[in-house]
């Protein structure tokens, strides 16, 4: 993991997400808040941008930190995404009644 990523993560609590978490605001989601929440998210949004830009590694060389970044969140994003699909009991349901059957 890139250091730009990790102190993302670290700046933030977490890191991307999209499994329903909060950490991703959709426009649907949006709608639903509340005028307060609402300024509570762009206070939390233009901080993160304000960290972002203040980065030395992205004040160095801005391309190449969001290239580094977008590859580690696909890369974040498939191990996930791996680890959801082995981990789901219908698989394990499937391999016990295979093994039944034999």
Do not use: C, W
């Not at 762009?42 to 972002?52: A, D, G, I, Y």
């Amino acid at each position: 993991m890139g250091l730009l990523t990790r102190d993302i993560r670290m700046m933030d609590g977490g890191g991307y997400s999209d499994d329903g978490d909060g950490d991703d605001v959709s426009e649907k989601k949006m709608k639903g808040m509340t005028e307060a929440q609402r300024r509570v998210l762009v206070r939390k949004e233009v901080k993160q941008l304000e960290n972002v830009v203040e980065h030395e590694q992205f004040s160095s060389d801005p391309l190449s930190t969001i290239r580094e970044h977008i590859t580690n969140s696909i890369a974040l994003q498939h191990s996930h995404h791996h680890l959801k699909k082995s981990s789901h009991p219908s698989s394990s349901k499937k391999k016990t009644k295979k093994s039944l059957n034999m």
